[in-house]
């Protein structure tokens, strides 16, 4: 029987009907999930999409019935293998939880104890729930350990969760999951605190094991192109309410929802140029439970609101008509033109020409001595981490720099040396022609230190509660002396709100009034008070929504057009690096390995490393092809890196290199043409082999999948 007919024949795992779930506080009932459904049939992997708040990890947790105190089932019902989970006892609960459902959190370390060895804690499973003895808990203990391919089983299982990488801790919470051999596995958001590559690999393993063991998924994201990779169906949330739900291949290519659309048009998807087709962000802010709208939700927000149509009533979910299991809360779907731009979405920009070198890093290293271990009696002289290897290249004028890579790589040492937290420990930094890798930031003066200037990665540190927001930016005002008076300096820092695009009454607010994606704007209104030549943006979207990454994506580049700014912007997301960034330089374990124009990089010939990065890049596009390669083993300490290269450990292309070259030698830095670098020692003849890593399916149009072809 295929896999069609037995799914047509088959009895759902999982059957949502009609559920809300509110919380009950001081204030009163919040409603935080309010008429869901969906159906999750065997062996079947349903994605749950939405931005923060949305109610998509609620749902997850009303099916474990994880709900604390304070949260509560008050409509609907939720059916598991046909039973009412309703109707069930505590105790047939009990049973069901991490026995026949299992769920994986976002934080691997909340789920492992850290004070039990992993192979005790993965035996726990099999005991409590099979009653099986200690021996034949090990058995299936270890044989998981080997399933979710962990290197060394048997040493992994007489580990300390502290002792393994956030990889491992999450493979190992994946094993755990699926040694009762679940019937349903929730999976909420599993990758998010994960590196590119890690990521790539568990992707892959979660797929493998949902065919191998049958499993079905329910897998919480915010990111679409995960989604894509690893499910069959995908239900998208918004404000508490699903707002349309069919086949990946349904929402993806004919959507029926605004705010799916919009979704996709905040995302940099292949096809999406900064000049000439700039990503589109969703206006407006997303209601908070106590104030959303009569009828849609989503009507502030949409351009095809129509007054008393729209919010007249509750809107139900309504069949697309010719796509089997495709739902839309929309009642205009039919009437929409799903290829028309919002109004004034189509701008495009002129091309800025890069001007004179601004910064020049030249043969720079930073190199951490960490102290012997005299607390336990060891005499070591001590070891050195070599965080940064002689790093070098420029940025222009006007240009947009992506240093990319994973954690470890060194790229946020990089960005203390030119703020001036660290000194460099040999080489040099010029900014226009002052050297300052020596000096630290007490030591700047003034015009120094305004004239490079960073954006956080988190907005919520880097504010202080106590002040308001025109204060902190004013303080910043005075610190770089700009403005005569404090009238001078307040008007100064209007302009600054209205460079930023928030309104000028903002400036009276508390950081507890504003949402992430504002706090990340103030960021950059003090990153530019002291009109900053160099601006470093170290992953300064990561923490937002989609819908705001792209509205600041789009303010830091409108911003560096009008001040002709450099900026560094330091990211592991090479989607957002291909649309924004000019040049790439991509780092592994201190050293750059590549680097080059970003269309250089994004094409062959590519450093073996940056091959991988490109593959691990989920892309929420149909049409894409991709090669998929995952890279075995682990990212080495800098504490021990490996001798020769240091990509050696990993590198599939190691045996194409003559003699032990790899392990033994540094590679040369190579000229690949037109300003292109890798380092390796790879002969030319596998460098000219290379094929593309991600290229358009046949009769694809590059970019044509975000504006929703016709059905």
């Not at 309410?241 to 086949?247: F, H, K, L």
Request: charged letters at 20%.
């Amino acid at each position: 029987m295929n896999e069609a007919v037995r799914n047509a024949t088959a009895e759902p795992i999982l059957e949502i009907e009609n559920l809300s779930i509110s919380f009950f506080t001081r204030r009163g009932e919040i409603p935080a999930v309010m008429d869901f459904s969906c159906t999750v049939m065997p062996g079947e992997a349903m994605g749950i999409v939405g931005e923060s708040g949305c109610g998509k990890s609620t749902v997850s947790l009303g099916i474990m019935r994880d709900l604390s105190n304070i949260g509560k089932i008050v409509g609907g019902r939720i059916r598991f293998q046909g039973k009412d989970m309703g109707d069930m006892s505590d105790e047939e609960l009990r049973s069901i939880r991490g026995n026949k459902i299992a769920m994986i959190y976002q934080e691997p370390m909340a789920s492992l104890n850290p004070a039990m060895k992993v192979g005790q804690q993965l035996m726990e499973v099999p005991m409590i729930h099979d009653k099986v003895s200690k021996d034949e808990a090990y058995k299936r203990a270890l044989e998981m350990v080997r399933s979710v391919k962990l290197p060394d089983p048997e040493r992994m299982m007489r580990s300390f969760p502290h002792q393994l990488s956030g990889g491992q801790q999450q493979r190992i919470v994946i094993a755990m999951a699926l040694l009762s051999n679940p019937a349903l596995l929730l999976l909420d958001e599993p990758t998010t605190a994960l590196d590119v590559t890690v990521e790539a690999g568990i992707v892959q393993l979660v797929k493998g094991l949902g065919k191998q063991f049958g499993t079905s998924m329910i897998f919480v994201s915010h990111n679409l192109g995960l989604i894509l990779e690893t499910c069959d169906r995908i239900t998208v949330m918004y404000s508490g309410e699903a707002v349309e739900t069919g086949s990946i291949k349904d929402v993806f290519d004919r959507m029926r929802h605004p705010y799916t659309q919009g979704l996709f048009r905040s995302i940099p998807l292949p096809g999406a140029d900064k000049n000439s087709r700039p990503l589109v962000a969703i206006p407006g802010q997303l209601p908070l439970p106590h104030q959303r709208p009569k009828g849609c939700n989503f009507g502030p927000r949409c351009h095809h609101f129509v007054e008393g149509l729209c919010n007249a009533d509750e809107i139900p979910m309504i069949p697309v008509t010719g796509h089997d299991g495709h739902f839309s809360r929309c009642v205009r779907f039919n009437e929409i033109d799903w290829t028309a731009f919002p109004p004034g979405a189509e701008k495009k920009h002129e091309p800025v020409k890069p001007g004179a070198p601004v910064l020049r890093i030249e043969d720079l290293k930073k190199y951490y001595r960490v102290g012997g271990n005299e607390v336990f009696g060891s005499s070591g002289e001590g070891r050195v981490v070599k965080a940064n290897e002689t790093i070098s290249f420029q940025a222009r004028e006007s240009e947009t720099v992506a240093i990319v890579g994973e954690s470890g790589c060194g790229k946020s040492t990089l960005a203390k040396v030119l703020l001036g937290l660290e000194t460099a420990s040999s080489g040099k930094v010029l900014l226009g022609n002052k050297e300052i890798q020596s000096t630290g930031i007490e030591d700047r003066d003034v015009a120094t230190v305004s004239a490079i200037q960073m954006v956080f990665q988190n907005p919520f540190d880097t504010l202080n509660p106590s002040h308001s927001v025109g204060s902190q930016i004013v303080r910043t005002l005075e610190k770089f002396k700009i403005g005569k008076t404090a009238a001078d300096r307040k008007q100064r820092m209007l302009e600054l709100l209205d460079l930023v695009k928030l309104p000028r009454a903002f400036a009276e607010r508390m950081p507890r009034q504003l949402s992430g994606g504002q706090k990340q704007r103030i960021g950059v209104a003090r990153a530019f008070a002291g009109e900053a030549r160099v601006v470093v943006a170290d992953e300064p979207v990561s923490a937002l929504d989609v819908s705001v990454q792209a509205a600041v994506t789009e303010l830091l580049m409108d911003i560096q057009r009008k001040s002709k700014t450099t900026m560094l912007f330091i990211s592991h997301d090479l989607s957002v690096v291909r649309y924004i960034a000019d040049r790439v330089v991509v780092m592994y374990l201190g050293h750059i390995v590549e680097q080059g124009t970003t269309d250089q990089i994004f094409s062959p010939p590519y450093h073996p490393y940056t091959e991988a990065l490109l593959s691990a890049i989920p892309i929420a596009d149909t049409s894409v092809v991709k090669k998929h390669i995952v890279l075995e083993g682990d990212i080495p300490s800098a504490m021990n890196p490996p001798s020769g290269c240091p990509f050696q450990t990993r590198c599939r292309y190691k045996s194409q290199v003559p003699g032990n070259l790899c392990e033994t030698q540094v590679p040369p830095v190579r000229e690949m043409g037109g300003g292109h670098q890798i380092k390796c020692h790879l002969p030319p003849s596998a460098f000219d082999a290379m094929e593309p890593v991600i290229s358009m399916g046949k009769g694809a149009v590059s970019g044509a999948h975000d504006i929703t072809p016709e059905a």
